[in-house]
């Protein structure tokens, strides 16, 4: 278990400069998308206001062009590109932390092979650091969306601003659905299958090295293959048994398929590494 701990810590530490680079960036970025998103607004407001010269030319403003909501600043390239490029860095690091051992200088795939632990070790501590990285940029995201909420507040003026809490803008917005699911189990199972694809991912490459040309056919074969098994229950009871299942019970279906398909992903990957793999 030691030995398997410091492998996840090394792999993490060889991402950490771009990682908390990444980190930086969207802290940076998404407010920065908070203070113009409420700059614009105000200075529209002020510049209509100023025109008018009327006491309730302000409350006017509201009503004819409605208020700003904290919500308002998702919708920016500021706040929600940070979180796509976080996302395109996680999907190049899948490939790059296992290529870049065999390609990389002085073939390091070499030095772990000869580590004194067992390789399924390897396996499991890449796809370790890779969830471990996934769950961090989301902490992240949740500690700063209250943060950016009381700088919104208190840049925002009380007459211009809906007040909405941070709970409520996330509902309200879809794409944090798919990045914050509001239920335990819809989060249990996007990011469950977010994991199970970093699996199927990091077998298909151990099939390309162990078996080079005819690998690359095997590993298209085996994730088109997981693809077919994770919709099968879909196609089953939606399409051609329509109404037979409740909504939840299809859900936990599904969650139990993606669940073999990471158990199988493990088992196929950790014999790969272990008795096929090569350098």
Excluded at 52 to 72: E, M, R
Excluded at 115 to 134: D, F, G, H, Q, T
Aim: net charge positive; proline share 3%; glycine share 6%.
């Amino acid at each position: 278990m030691k030995s398997f701990v410091k492998l996840v810590n090394f792999e993490i530490n060889r991402f950490a400069k771009i990682y908390w680079s990444l980190v930086a960036i969207t802290i940076l970025s998404q407010f920065t998308s908070v203070f113009l998103t409420v700059h614009c607004y105000i200075s529209q407001a002020n510049g209509i206001v100023y025109h008018q010269s009327l006491p309730t030319a302000q409350l006017a403003y509201v009503k004819h062009y409605g208020s700003i909501s904290f919500i308002d600043c998702f919708g920016t390239v500021w706040f929600m590109g940070p979180i796509a490029l976080c996302a395109a860095a996680m999907v190049f690091y899948i490939f790059l932390i296992w290529y870049r051992d065999w390609y990389g200088k002085h073939t390091f795939i070499y030095r772990l092979f000869m580590l004194p632990v067992e390789r399924w070790n390897l396996y499991l501590a890449k796809a370790a650091s890779i969830l471990l990285m996934v769950l961090g940029f989301i902490a992240v995201q949740i500690i700063l969306l209250p943060v950016e909420h009381f700088f919104f507040n208190a840049i925002t003026p009380r007459i211009y601003r809906m007040d909405m809490t941070v709970a409520d803008a996330v509902l309200s917005f879809p794409y944090f659905n798919l990045l914050l699911p509001g239920a335990a189990i819809d989060f249990l199972f996007h990011y469950g299958l977010g994991f199970t694809v970093v699996l199927v991912i990091f077998t298909a490459i151990l099939l390309e090295r162990s078996f080079r040309m005819k690998g690359i056919l095997l590993g298209l074969l085996y994730g088109f293959l997981s693809f077919v098994l994770f919709w099968t229950p879909d196609f089953l009871f939606e399409v051609l048994l329509p109404g037979v299942l409740h909504q939840q019970e299809l859900l936990w279906i599904e969650v139990a398929t993606t669940a073999i398909i990471a158990g199988y992903s493990i088992l196929l990957g950790g014999y790969l590494i272990k008795y096929k793999a090569t350098v």
